[in-house]
């Protein structure tokens, strides 16, 4: 499998500050790849460089060979970004959005008329082409989005965070959207705060704290290396959680404590994020 994005020794400073500390990684073309991390600990940051919206202190990205540092508008051909913040112009149409993003990227009338008609009718959203932006609900806004991020055909797709402050109906109807996308080829990266979304949606996962990487690979590998099975139970008045590879494991756990109250389930990556960091994936460093 081909690598589409390339990071080598990738460090960013803010100040004294080290925001992202000397990583290295890669992202295979055509995958979902997510990035998981406390608040602080470097994803957006990263997210950031690698699509060019901040300069790098040092170290490369290459994304389809192309070294954004060296040759960014070359580089940015294959990008389109989703940031946190909707970035749609208030004052205009989603279709003038549309059109307004596909002029940005040098696209003549007939080939934006042609791809503006071809995403509207896969996103379904031919209904709110006409309608200014603040009269659609956050979802179809957060989708809106991604057809204007879509329009110049970008190999690789960055979503920073896409489905914060969605309700829960909102925040599947665009996991279908984000499936959708790659199923047809596109390559996304995906910052989110939902470890279920990670779970659900990504082939591989980085989990990155205090700058550094310190876990990638697919969600089951990472569960099973944690332990298949957790066990919560109560010791002195605080919850305690134990992993196993095995439910007898487990259950012969359960019963050499004595632990009547305990509760044995399936691990989640939640659980191997927390064991990881040390913390919930809201939490300030």
């Given at each position: 499998?081909?690598?589409?994005?390339?990071?080598?020794?990738?460090?960013?400073?803010?100040?004294?500050?080290?925001?992202?500390?000397?990583?290295?990684?890669?992202?295979?073309e055509g995958?979902?790849?997510?990035?998981?991390?406390?608040?602080?600990a470097?994803?957006?940051?990263?997210?950031?460089?690698?699509?060019?919206?901040?300069?790098?202190?040092?170290?490369?990205?290459?994304?389809?060979?192309?070294d954004?540092?060296?040759?960014?508008i070359?580089?940015?051909?294959?990008?389109?970004?989703?940031?946190?913040?909707?970035?749609?112009?208030?004052?205009?149409?989603?279709?003038?959005?549309?059109?307004?993003?596909?002029?940005?990227?040098?696209?003549?009338?007939?080939?934006?008329?042609?791809?503006?008609?071809?995403?509207t009718?896969?996103?379904?959203?031919?209904?709110?082409?006409?309608?200014?932006?603040?009269?659609?609900?956050?979802?179809?806004?957060?989708?809106?989005?991604?057809?204007?991020?879509?329009?110049?055909?970008?190999?690789?797709?960055?979503?920073?965070?896409?489905?914060?402050?969605?309700?829960?109906?909102?925040?599947?109807?665009?996991?279908?959207?984000?499936?959708?996308?790659?199923?047809?080829?596109?390559?996304?990266?995906?910052?989110?705060?939902?470890i279920?979304?990670?779970?659900?949606?990504?082939?591989?996962?980085?989990?990155?704290?205090?700058?550094?990487?310190?876990?990638?690979?697919?969600?089951?590998?990472?569960?099973?290396?944690?332990?298949?099975?957790?066990?919560?139970?109560?010791?002195?008045?605080?919850?305690?959680?134990?992993?196993?590879?095995?439910?007898?494991d487990?259950?012969?756990?359960?019963?050499?404590?004595?632990l009547?109250?305990?509760?044995?389930?399936?691990?989640?990556?939640?659980d191997?994020?927390?064991?990881?960091?040390?913390?919930?994936?809201?939490?300030?460093?």
């Amino acid at each position: 499998m081909s690598d589409i994005i390339e990071i080598n020794n990738l460090t960013k400073k803010f100040g004294d500050k080290v925001a992202v500390d000397g990583i290295t990684f890669s992202v295979h073309e055509g995958e979902l790849f997510g990035f998981l991390g406390p608040n602080g600990a470097g994803k957006t940051t990263t997210v950031r460089c690698v699509s060019t919206l901040t300069n790098i202190t040092s170290g490369e990205v290459l994304v389809n060979g192309v070294d954004v540092t060296k040759h960014q508008i070359d580089a940015k051909q294959y990008m389109g970004v989703i940031q946190q913040q909707i970035s749609l112009d208030k004052d205009l149409t989603i279709r003038e959005n549309m059109i307004s993003h596909a002029m940005y990227h040098g696209m003549g009338k007939k080939e934006r008329e042609e791809r503006i008609k071809e995403l509207t009718e896969y996103f379904s959203l031919g209904e709110y082409l006409d309608k200014p932006v603040d009269a659609l609900s956050g979802g179809w806004k957060k989708r809106a989005a991604i057809v204007c991020a879509m329009l110049h055909q970008p190999r690789v797709l960055f979503l920073d965070e896409p489905t914060s402050g969605l309700d829960i109906n909102a925040r599947r109807l665009l996991w279908d959207v984000v499936k959708k996308l790659n199923q047809s080829g596109t390559t996304i990266i995906l910052t989110t705060h939902y470890i279920e979304e990670a779970q659900v949606l990504c082939d591989r996962v980085g989990i990155i704290d205090h700058g550094k990487i310190i876990a990638l690979d697919s969600p089951s590998v990472l569960i099973e290396r944690t332990g298949k099975m957790c066990v919560e139970s109560m010791v002195d008045k605080k919850t305690q959680y134990k992993y196993f590879q095995h439910m007898a494991d487990a259950q012969k756990y359960i019963s050499d404590n004595n632990l009547d109250d305990a509760i044995m389930r399936r691990t989640t990556l939640e659980d191997v994020f927390v064991e990881l960091t040390g913390k919930s994936v809201g939490d300030q460093r």
